[in-house]
């Protein structure tokens, strides 16, 4: 809450999306922030879903169900939708971030162990003023090659500053089901 960068990086089922999406409605409702920007990247998992039909709401939408499942969790369906509908709530796929700046604003990067590098460099630096950046991922599970993600060498690199937040998440984290806990530390 204190700082306009954090990264959470940390294993699955630590609420890392959903304390994110909190912090961003409650900054919404706060009026600290006038928009939320959640980007994710397009990058399937391990599977190829082809052409997906729609406009670009339409198309992000299954890469985008955590957010929307948080979002209507903190905000009910109604308000949702109506944010949605009026920009309050932009969807921003990585690939289409270039060149923004970014003013009052809570961005969600989430799933951000799909990036690559220079890809999270390009997010980061679209940071405006009287905003808020919230960078999410598990770099033990990355759909990309081995060593692409740059989420681990993003997070190592920024731990120093005094003003960006980087927490790290552990297996006693989780908050699923505690099968998933106790699976993690073995698989």
């Not at 700046?101 to 951000?112: K, Q, R, Y």
């Amino acid at each position: 809450e204190s700082r306009p960068l954090t990264v959470a990086v940390g294993p699955a089922g630590t609420g890392k999306t959903y304390l994110a999406i909190s912090a961003a409605v409650e900054a919404l409702d706060a009026g600290t922030i006038s928009r939320i920007i959640l980007s994710r990247p397009a990058v399937e998992a391990g599977e190829n879903l082809g052409f997906l039909p729609g406009d670009m709401r339409e198309k992000l939408d299954p890469y985008l169900r955590p957010l929307w499942d948080a979002l209507n969790d903190r905000m009910g369906a109604k308000r949702l939708k109506q944010h949605l509908d009026d920009g309050t709530i932009e969807i921003a796929p990585v690939a289409f971030m270039r060149g923004r700046t970014l003013n009052n604003s809570f961005v969600l990067i989430d799933e951000a162990q799909n990036c690559t590098y220079g890809q999270l460099k390009m997010l980061l630096t679209r940071l405006g003023w009287h905003s808020t950046m919230v960078i999410t991922g598990d770099p033990d599970q990355t759909d990309l090659l081995p060593e692409m993600s740059g989420l681990a060498a993003i997070a190592q690199r920024l731990e120093g500053f005094e003003d960006v937040s980087v927490v790290r998440l552990g297996d006693t984290d989780v908050v699923r089901h505690p099968l998933v806990g106790r699976m993690l530390s073995v698989l």
